[in-house]
Structure formats: C-alpha cells, structure tokens
Nanobody, 126 residues
Framework: EVQLVESGGGLVQAGGSLRLSCAAS????????IGWFRQAPGKEREGVSC????????YYADSVKGRFIISRDNAKNTVYLQMNSLKPEDTAVYYC???????????????????WGKGTLVTVSS
C-alpha cells in the first residue's frame, strides 16, 4: 500500500552533485512531513534533512547545512534532496521516510507513523 521509492544515487567525485528523488504513493502525500536519512557501513542511521507538510519548513543536520537542499513537489508526490559539494564522508545508503523520526537530529517534527523506502546508494570518491 504505502510505498516510498528512492532514486538518483550513484558514484560521484568529491565536489560533485547529485539529486535524489523520493517518489511516494499509497497515502495522502501532502499530509506528511518527509525526511532523508543515511546509513554508512558500520554506522548508525542518521537524519540528514526534513521538510514539513504544511508551511514547507526545512531542517538539516549540521554536517550538510549549506550543501544540501530538500524540497517537495506535492503535485508529483515527490521529495528531492539536492546534494552539492559532496564529500567522501557523505557516502552512504540514503533513505526517505515519512514524519521525520529523529535519528540523531534535533528537528522538532519526529511524530507520526514512519514508513521507509528501500534506499539508494551514494558513493563519493576522492
């Protein structure tokens, strides 16, 4: 029923850019905050960015502020993560999820039913 499908990952050199997409279906998309998370091998999953469902407020982990931009297109049921100035430490599987659970972040949303996508791999080479 509920599906979140990430795409746009791949291999890029340090300093490059990628745009990830999270395509949602099976729920009323514009009622949900949507977040991006990442997990590197041997590391815990961490919150990267979140965008609210109503006023479009955005939140970012300190590690990506100024480099990543989250946006949403409710007409397309899609959330994007524009990643610029990529660093090798950005290498991880990136997931999108509903309602922005905290996962180490300090954003204030973190409420409601959480559904996860399967992830897309981002590899940043040096």
């Amino acid at each position: 029923e509920v599906q979140l499908v990430e795409s746009g990952g791949g291999l890029v050199q340090a300093g490059g850019s990628l745009r990830l997409s999270c395509a949602a279906s099976g729920f009323t998309f514009d009622d949900y905050a949507i977040g991006w998370f990442r997990q590197a091998p041997g590391k815990e999953r961490e919150g990267v960015s979140c965008i609210s469902s109503s006023d479009g407020s955005t939140y970012y982990a300190d590690s990506v502020k100024g480099r990543f931009i989250i946006s949403r297109d409710n007409a397309k049921n899609t959330v994007y993560l524009q990643m610029n100035s990529l660093k090798p430490e950005d290498t991880a599987v990136y997931y999108c999820a509903t309602n922005c659970p905290t996962y180490g972040s300090s954003w204030p949303i973190g409420y409601g039913m959480v559904y996860w996508g399967k992830g897309t791999l981002v590899t940043v080479s040096s």
